[in-house]
């Protein structure tokens, strides 16, 4: 939004200020401020710099990695665990 | 909710808490210890938890204090944060078919505890930022930032990025972005 109204400002002024500056300046000028927002939007999305290449084999292999442990069967140490859990609403014990 | 409806839902959650518990410990015989912790814990505190919201993020969080108040413990009792990560480091050099799945894991063991557990609640856990936050019990830009650097110290540590020949592309950075907040 912001980055909208500044270029029709720029735009706006744009024909005016060549005629003063000249047009390899202001080209210069205006590029300048282009990268300086494209750093800007690149941290915001956290990504400083990473393309697009490597963030989407970070997330696929994160993903693995991580898959495969959800894939995993529940051990049963675990699932003897919750079958106790039930066990002590049902009869307290004395023990 | 009856007591076997919160069973179910605890069942349909462990295998989420295993994979999370592995990230902060790195072995399935201490990460099971965590879960069965953690399962101990929620079911104790059950009356707390309100039927229909966030269960998953309920669980993580519980699972997360329980890890973090055993590692001060820990550190009290034996200072060797060097044989943990020793340990956690550990490879199968028999999977050769997973190597490069191992260097991965390596990689990600190298990151700071806390921009790894960002990176895999957000990354890999499927929460959204918001929600990973609440995890964490920090601020909504501290995850951002933590999964951002965590992205970034990996891609270094494995080398992906060349000499320079992908330039930084704001637009396809936009549209690739990996974070799936949708949980």
Redesign the interface.
């Given at each position: 939004m912001e980055l909208f109204c500044r270029s029709n400002v720029l735009a706006h002024n744009y024909k005016d200020a060549m005629t003063l500056y000249g047009e390899n300046t202001l080209t210069q000028l205006s590029s300048n401020r282009m990268a300086k927002k494209d750093d800007e939007v690149e941290n915001s999305t956290g990504k400083p710099g990473m393309s697009p290449d490597s963030q989407a084999f970070i997330g696929l292999k994160l993903r693995e990695l991580y898959d495969d442990v959800v894939a995993e069967p529940v051990p049963d140490r675990l699932l003897e665990l919750l079958g106790k859990l039930g066990e002590d609403e049902k009869k307290p014990k004395s023990e | 909710m009856s007591?076997?409806d919160f069973?179910a839902e605890?069942?349909s959650v462990?295998?989420?808490l295993?994979?999370f518990a592995?990230?902060l410990v790195g072995t399935a015989d201490k990460?099971?210890d965590l879960?069965?912790e953690t399962?101990?814990r929620a079911?104790d505190k059950r009356s707390s938890f309100t039927p229909g919201t966030n269960l998953k993020g309920w669980l993580f969080t519980i699972l997360r204090n329980e890890f973090y108040s055993q590692m001060r413990k820990r550190k009290r009792e034996v200072s060797d944060p060097e044989g943990a990560m020793a340990e956690r480091l550990s490879s199968h050099p028999e999977q050769v078919g997973k190597l490069d799945?191992e260097d991965?894991?390596k990689a990600?063991n190298q990151l700071p505890e806390d921009q790894r557990e960002a990176?895999?609640l957000v990354?890999?856990?499927g929460f959204s930022y918001e929600e990973a936050a609440d995890i964490c019990d920090c601020a909504v830009g501290t995850i951002?930032?933590r999964?951002?650097r965590a992205?970034?110290q990996?891609?270094n540590i494995l080398k992906?990025?060349g000499d320079g020949e992908?330039?930084?592309?704001?637009v396809?950075?936009?549209?690739?972005?990996?974070a799936s907040p949708a949980a």
């Open positions: - | 007591n076997y069973r605890l069942l462990i295998p989420n295993r994979a592995m990230s990460a099971d879960v069965q399962l101990v079911w799945m991965f894991k990600v990176l895999i990354g890999a856990s951002k930032s999964v951002s992205r970034t990996l891609s992906l990025e992908y330039g930084p592309d704001a396809a950075v936009g549209v690739m972005n990996l």
